[in-house]
């Protein structure tokens, strides 16, 4: 034990940070960067740990241990041996980027195959990491035809549709608002949200142009309702990840239960300010 | 009437086509998968549209939708080479039930709450119902491959 500790020490004297680490760490970090990326942006767990450990093993290291929850990612390499590290780390909850999740995909598929090398890996990662790849504009734009095109589907007018269309555009600025107040957790967001999309959808409603209340309200609640949570928890379960399932699956209770209670408390706003005679 | 249903069908293909696409935007999938995506969910949804015009129960019209949708999603991933969480997520919007939440909270708050627990009710059965046609359709797709992987493996040997 103590000579693995003035091992360890050495290495740290003798390498400072950035200089030269040892092979097995810096595949580690790259697969711990990799893993990191994909959970963040909302991979489900085996598909990370599936990930994590490909890579390790197409570096060359077979002793290896991977353990991920939703938000923490535990790499192992060499262990029990004198040069073994471990890395830990936290990955808070992110929002779902697909587009990232389906290029670290093709660059740990690349690196597997050997296409490229590990430096190349690496700094494509980094790019992925660091890059935005959308406008406010064009997701108030998405938010908007999203909620217009599940008022149709849901059984509104075209009418409905484009009252549909102005409440989503509305409601990715109220959300991108309260994110500007640093970290503020997604429930009072989403039952702001909610009371927002219940509001305005009262007031087009009162405008007296025929318009349904329910459509207006259901098209515009759709960008909350936690259709990713479902789908990732039921796909965690399947896979037996049921720490990581349970904890998607309690989300999407909670999510729905806070868009219930926005639009609650928009409906009462709603009888308070016209007196009970609005046409809901 | 067949003219009826057609347009009908047309007016539901277009805007969940686009209803889709959006929320494959809002989800930032890959600007090239866009189609792929609005295929994806746009089938789903017609899926659980017919079922539900030839008068099925919503519950088996949720389940069959989403497991003929979750075997769309399997069977572009061949060809697209994506990971499928990319075609799933945004395809699975029309058929989560944001109405049977929106139904609950307003029949609650508007003086009903008989209405809002069957309504609550009806929501956690169709939540159920795509929880079973996901796993259903996983498992469909899981055994296929598992059994051509090994027809493959006899095909060498």
Request: glycine share 10%; aromatic share 12%.
């Amino acid at each position: 034990m103590e000579e693995f500790e003035n091992k360890g020490k050495k290495i740290r004297e003798d390498d400072p940070v950035g200089k030269q680490i040892p092979d097995h760490v810096g595949v580690m970090q790259l697969a711990s960067l990799m893993g990191e990326i994909l959970l963040s942006n909302g991979a489900e767990i085996y598909r990370v740990m599936d990930t994590v450990q490909r890579v390790i093993k197409a570096c060359g290291y077979e002793n290896h241990s991977v353990y991920v929850l939703s938000n923490g990612i535990f790499i192992t390499i060499n262990e029990g041996g004198p040069d073994a590290c471990t890395s830990v780390k936290h990955v808070p909850i992110g929002s779902v980027n697909l587009e990232k999740l389906a290029r670290v995909n093709q660059i740990s598929r690349n690196l597997c195959n050997g296409y490229i090398t590990r430096e190349m890996a690496f700094a494509g990662l980094q790019e992925i990491k660091q890059k935005v790849n959308y406008t406010d504009l064009g997701m108030a734009l998405a938010y908007a035809f999203g909620s217009a095109g599940f008022d149709i589907i849901l059984g509104g007018t075209l009418f409905d549709s484009i009252a549909a269309f102005l409440i989503g555009f509305g409601l990715y600025y109220v959300l991108k608002f309260l994110s500007g107040y640093g970290h503020v957790s997604r429930f009072p967001s989403n039952i702001a949200g909610a009371l927002f999309v219940t509001v305005f959808a009262g007031a087009f409603a009162a405008s007296e142009l025929g318009l349904s209340f329910n459509n207006m309200v259901i098209g515009g609640i759709m960008p909350l309702v936690p259709g990713y949570a479902i789908t990732t928890s039921i796909r965690d379960l399947f896979n037996g990840d049921y720490l990581s399932g349970i904890i998607h699956l309690l989300d999407a209770f909670l999510t729905a239960a806070c868009i219930a209670v926005g639009v609650g408390v928009g409906i009462m706003i709603i009888n308070y300010v016209g007196g009970g005679t609005m046409p809901l | 009437m067949i003219l009826q249903i057609v347009l009908r069908y047309s007016i539901h293909f277009i805007s969940a086509m686009m209803g889709v696409i959006a929320f494959s935007a809002i989800f930032h999938a890959p600007k090239s998968e866009y189609l792929a995506c609005g295929l994806t969910g746009t089938i789903g949804w017609l899926t659980y549209c017919v079922a539900r015009d030839l008068g099925t129960d919503v519950m088996i019209c949720n389940f069959i939708a989403t497991t003929v949708l979750t075997l769309i999603a399997r069977i572009i991933v061949i060809i697209r080479r994506n990971p499928i969480t990319v075609y799933l997520v945004p395809g699975i919007f029309p058929l989560v039930p944001g109405a049977g939440i929106y139904y609950t909270a307003y029949y609650m708050f508007t003086g009903y709450p008989q209405l809002a627990v069957t309504k609550g009710i009806e929501t956690i059965e169709v939540a159920g119902a795509i929880t079973m046609g996901i796993i259903f359709g996983s498992f469909i797709a899981y055994e296929y491959f598992r059994q051509q992987r090994e027809f493959r493996r006899l095909m060498k040997d």
